[in-house]
């Protein structure tokens, strides 16, 4: 081989290692920027994952809290029904032998209920005598039944909307419960998905290294070949 051909040889030799070094810089330094990329998102994932553990970790501690205040509350309203029952069966059972009582103690009961004095009631063989005082005092007493039944139904009004609300808050907490379920289910599948490129991207670039180095040799025969002409 003469100097001229060593000459050509060298040169085509370089300018592949050019390219073939070029080629491999551009496809690393590619490789590295999607790489920093995805180490980036993971890590705002890691931590928006974090963040929702701590959220869904709040809201079961704050369900478990929810629960046992229904469940005492529960129990408080069960003892209050059964009591308001109680007292309904009593004024049945009260009213009941009203009906037959004799008159002394007829107006023994009216005395107690209307809160008179022992002056302004009395039985006498043909029925009950009140005074004045009296009759007002008992008037004033009745009065009080329609406001205290008029009390009553708001009351049991209240009471069912709050279930109302109440029932509504816990489809509330379950609808919460499932977004942030599905919000985790969306990080993880993201995740999967840039782990997924990397994987591919780290494929491609392999694929693209070995056609280099075809390439290269290829040209470094070819290179050789034409040196060796005359």
């Known amino acids: 081989m003469t100097f001229k051909d060593f000459e050509k040889f060298a040169i085509v030799l370089v300018v592949v290692l050019g390219l073939v070094f070029i080629g491999h810089r551009y496809f690393d330094t590619a490789a590295a920027v999607t790489s920093a990329k995805v180490e980036a998102a993971q890590k705002v994932l890691a931590q928006q994952e974090q963040a929702n553990a701590t959220i ?3 809201t079961a501690a704050q369900q478990a809290q929810y629960a046992s205040m229904v469940e005492s509350l529960t129990k408080q309203n069960q003892a209050l029904l059964s009591t308001i029952s109680a007292n309904n069966a009593a004024l049945s059972k009260q009213q009941a032998a009203n009906q037959t009582l004799p ?3 007829l107006a ?3 005395k107690a209920l209307g809160n008179l004095g022992n002056s302004d009631i009395a039985a006498t063989s043909t029925g009950i005598t009140v005074t004045d005082q009296g009759a007002r005092a008992t008037v004033n007493q009745l009065e009080r039944i329609p ?6 139904d708001g009351l049991t009004t ?3 909307n709050k279930d109302s609300q109440i029932a509504g808050l816990n489809t509330l907490v379950t609808g919460k419960d499932s977004l942030i379920a599905g919000l985790n289910k969306q990080l993880k599948d993201g995740d999967d998905v840039c782990t997924a ?7 491609q670039q392999r694929k693209k290294s070995r056609n280099w180095f075809a390439a290269g040799v290829v040209v470094g025969w070819t290179a050789r070949t034409v040196a060796k002409l005359p």
Do not use: G
């Open 108 to 110: 023994n009961r009216w």
């Open 197 to 203: 490129k990397v994987k591919d991207l780290k494929v």
């Open 158 to 160: 209240v009471s069912a």
């Open 103 to 105: 008159l002394p103690d």
């Open 147 to 152: 406001v205290l039944q008029t009390t009553v």
């Open 56 to 58: 869904a970790a709040q």
